[in-house]
């Protein structure tokens, strides 16, 4: 069993930068999938980026790529999400899952584990 814990969000102004973490216990994340989605109100849960955990690929939606970086700490058991560039749209609630595997899916239906979320919001 695998417990995520996501932290970092807050209010920004547009332009800004926030770095998001996910936190893991219970389990390490080796052999495993880790990613972020987030969720807008009124809008569907869309992925964001993802790192698998054995071997560091990284694979990023097409509309963060440039302003979001997917990163591990292998020591600290935690994924971390740098944002910069913070746009309004980027305002939603961000999720951690993982799952125990080294494919890297969009579908959040693939994922096993799931924080809690952190609010992120980009005032303009």
């Known amino acids: 069993q695998v417990q995520l814990v996501e932290s970092g969000g807050g209010l920004v102004q547009a332009g800004g930068s926030l770095r998001l973490s996910c936190a893991a216990s219970?389990?390490?994340?080796?052999?495993?999938?880790v990613v972020w989605f987030r969720q807008a109100p009124g809008k569907e849960r869309e992925f964001v980026a993802g790192?698998?955990?054995?071997?560091?690929?990284?694979y990023y939606a097409d509309y963060v790529k440039g302003r979001f970086t997917i990163s591990g700490d292998y020591a600290a058991n935690t994924v971390y999400l740098q944002i910069n560039s913070l746009k309004p749209e980027d305002t939603a609630v961000y999720y951690c899952?993982?799952?125990?595997?080294?494919?890297?899916?969009?579908?959040?239906?693939?994922?096993?584990?799931w924080g809690q979320g952190t609010q992120v919001t980009v005032s303009s």
């Open positions: 899952a993982a799952t125990a595997s080294r494919a890297l899916l969009t579908r959040d239906t693939f994922y096993d584990y």
């Open positions: 219970g389990r390490t994340f080796s052999s495993y999938a």
């Open positions: 790192i698998t955990w054995s071997g560091g690929r990284t």
